[in-house]
């Protein structure tokens, strides 16, 4: 099972702002997109992890932005699991162009919590703790 | 009770795109925000309406742009009721900018119906026919 | 040269609100990404016919809702141009499930003007007038 | 002048997502419209700042989430600055209920620059050092 998922974006308008560049809280939805398909690359859909009361809201989050992304840009959200918690999971996300992956234009830490449809913690699912060790 | 209403937006950096004009899906969400500010003016918070099963989906929308809106405009919505069913209200809505009340940045048609939790039709909650007739 | 154009829409959380359905204004910007994705497949990405001072803002947009989508659903939008004008086109948008090709979602229409960077209207480029006719 | 600044923020159905809660991202957006209307309280409107060559780009921030809000939800957004730098300026933002101020829903801190529109570093305005001193 491979430790890391790649996630492909392109820039249109609606991403960008009148300062012609990604505006900046896009990249939290970018990098919440690249974790759900992660997880539905590994067989897990989250309307089904949804549908059996299982809940991944955000914690915590820390973004560091490098170099703005602008429109028709394409880029990759590269992920990795950096700690796996009993009831939470933390991700890196590195954001970079396509056309050259030593470029840099983000880069994000988020730590979510798996909670039921209470909001109480519930112990992350074992597909993701097979998938992340 | 006034036949009509009137709900001020300014627009910010997200509103826009890299053209530097409002993006034109957004004025579909300011047409939104200022029906649900006319209920809650009539007494009744969406999330109330919610809770009793008493939800609106928009049906049909028509929109015609004639100029655009930009970075720190301030703009008006006027709202009024051109249609009341007995399960939808069809709402039209003007922009204006707030400094030019005769401008004309956008103009829109909205038509919502008026359904339960299952989405079935309901009949339109008694509040907005004496509002609106 | 194909006559229409389908792209993909995968729904995320961010799509939808606390109705469980894609928020109705969504639309419009899939569409839009659609129109966007065909110039491209066709040649000419939209950066680089910005960067050449040609601009397609939306002119009108109709749109009628027929069922809602949700969190997960994969929906195709089938785009054709039903009108060619000297400095508009209209294009028709149909949406609908992946899994059930048969079903409707949602239509639209949107008519978009060709402008320059001044937003005075010109000539349609002949690579869309090429393409539709 | 006073060292703080309070923004309200309503939340509409396009804030929240299909797990009735306010999508993470969006807190980004709202601590952005708290910093903006601060300067224009302050005399200083986004768009004439932008006019003079003077952009804020965000390069770094974090947030923390306590509890979600949700549909109908009056939240005040609690803004003060942390740290005054030559060519970047440093805010914290606390959000918390309009009815319970000792509440807290999301707090965050965004670092951002002060740059031309070559995206050169240049000094902070004066009229922010003399409000934030």
Redesign the interface.
């Given at each position: 099972m491979s430790k890391h998922f790649v996630f492909p974006v392109k820039i249109?308008?609606?991403d960008?702002?009148?300062?012609?560049?990604v505006?900046?809280?896009?990249y939290?939805?970018y990098f919440?997109?690249a974790r759900?398909e992660w997880f539905a690359a590994l067989g897990h859909?989250?309307?089904?992890l949804?549908a059996k009361g299982i809940?991944f809201?955000?914690?915590?989050?820390?973004?560091?932005?490098f170099q703005?992304a602008?429109?028709?840009d394409e880029l990759e959200i590269l992920t990795t699991v950096t700690k796996l918690g009993r009831v939470s999971v933390t991700f890196s996300h590195k954001v970079r162009l396509a056309r050259d992956l030593d470029s840099i234009i983000c880069q994000g830490t988020v730590k979510i919590a798996c909670v039921d449809e209470q909001?109480r913690p519930r112990k992350v699912p074992e597909f993701l703790c097979q998938a992340f060790t």
């Open positions: 249109f308008p609606d960008t702002d009148c300062f012609e560049i505006y900046h809280a896009n939290l939805k919440s997109h759900i859909g989250l309307h089904d949804k809940i809201p955000v914690k915590h989050a820390d973004l560091e932005y703005p602008r429109l028709g909001m």
